[in-house]
Each structure stands twice: as structure tokens, then as C-alpha cells.
């Protein structure tokens, strides 16, 4: 049984940063890629960002380029999302998901963490 656990939500000023973690039980060739998705309320579950734990290839959503990194460390079994610049239109639940390829719909993805609040006020 895989179990992945985020931490690191919160609230924070537009223009401000946050750092999100995700603790991921075991790796196993289900999980080669790691990847963090948000949902706001009333829509649906966007993709953010992916890494892979083998070379560690990494893919943005265009709306968090350039502020937005994702990063996995492979000795803690762990996968971080760096946010700057934070908007109000970040605001979402965020979830840490892993499938055995890299994806972008969340359909894809087999495991997930159990979500993360984050709150941008403006």
C-alpha cells in the first residue's frame, strides 16, 4: 500500500511564497512520477507540476511557469513544490499524486495524498 501525506498548506499575502511537501511510503514502479494538482471550489482538479524520481524530468502547467519548482529528494522519499508570487488565483486544495509515467490528467494518477489548503488573500 502506497500512502502519500502533504504538509505545508496555508494562508499568505498575494506575492508571498510557500513551500508544500509530500512524504511518499514506498516507491515502487507505480509511482515514477510525482506530480501536485489543485482543485478550487467549483472546478475541476488541475495539474501543476510533475517530477520523476529517475532523472528527476520535471513539467509546469503554464500558469505556475516561472514561479512555481518542483523538486523530489530520493534518500527521504519526499517531493516539493516551491510557490512564489503567489495569487489570489492559486488559491485551491493542493494533492500530491503519483502514477507510473508522467501525466497531466488526474485520471492517470492512482495514488493521492489527502489535500492541502492553500489561501492567497488579496
Known amino acids: 500500500q502506497v500512502q502519500l501525506v502533504e504538509s505545508g498548506g496555508g494562508l499568505v499575502q498575494t506575492g508571498g511564497s510557500l513551500r508544500l511537501s509530500c512524504a511518499i511510503s514506498r516507491r515502487t514502479s507505480s509511482t515514477y512520477c510525482m506530480a501536485w494538482f489543485r482543485q478550487a471550489p467549483g472546478k475541476a482538479r488541475e495539474f501543476v507540476a510533475a517530477?520523476?524520481?529517475?532523472?528527476?524530468?520535471?513539467q509546469y502547467a503554464d500558469s505556475v511557469k516561472g514561479r512555481f519548482t518542483i523538486s523530489r529528494d530520493n534518500a527521504k522519499n519526499t517531493v516539493s513544490l516551491q510557490m512564489n508570487s503567489l495569487q489570489p488565483e492559486d488559491t485551491a486544495v493542493y494533492y500530491c499524486?503519483?502514477?507510473?509515467?508522467?501525466?497531466?490528467?488526474?485520471?492517470?494518477?492512482?495514488?493521492w495524498g489527502q489535500g492541502t489548503q492553500v489561501t492567497v488573500s488579496s
Open positions: 517530477v520523476t524520481w529517475n532523472p528527476g524530468n520535471t
Open positions: 499524486a503519483a502514477a507510473s509515467r508522467r501525466e497531466v490528467a488526474p485520471e492517470r494518477y492512482d495514488y
